[in-house]
């Protein structure tokens, strides 16, 4: 009997570092879509902006680690979007606003399924800490005999 408590103790032991590690890159591919929610919505807002503003507007351009540059507003019809894999097209405004709200819906829809995945695994981390509390106590009761 104590064999087989310990070899499932053993078991849960490493069903649990596996489910560790499972929530921890659930967790950073969480963090990865929020990011890159983050910057779409960025992007859609600026596209919206887009819209009521008039060629040769003035606009200041975020060039990184909190600087801009002053540029005029050449073209408000036409927009250079990113479809992935590095790879750019020239759209016109609407269509650019329609590819960044649906890739906006497409990552709520992932973040939505990472976050059920990793309630999930918590789920099943909490019952595996419960049995293995109770195994634990079942094996220390058997040696103290």
């Known amino acids: 009997m104590e064999n087989k408590n310990e070899e499932e103790l053993r078991r849960l032991s490493v069903e649990m570092r596996l489910l560790e590690q499972t929530a921890e890159a659930l967790q950073a591919r969480h963090n990865m879509v929020n ?19 008039k060629e040769n507007t003035e606009l200041l351009i975020p060039i990184g680690g909190t600087s801009y540059i002053k540029a005029k507003l050449a073209n408000t019809e036409k927009v250079t979007v990113g479809v992935g894999a590095g790879v750019s ?32 695994v918590a789920e099943k981390m909490n019952d595996n800490k419960e049995k293995f509390e109770a195994l634990v106590a079942v094996v220390r009761g058997e040696k103290a005999q």
């Open 35 to 53: 990011t890159v929610i983050t910057d779409l919505t960025v992007a859609n807002m600026t596209l919206e902006g887009l819209e009521k503003e």
């Open 89 to 120: 097209v020239e759209k016109t405004l609407p269509e650019a606003k329609e590819i960044v709200k649906n890739r906006l819906a497409e990552l709520e829809k992932t973040r939505l399924a990472l976050q059920q995945q990793f309630s999930q």
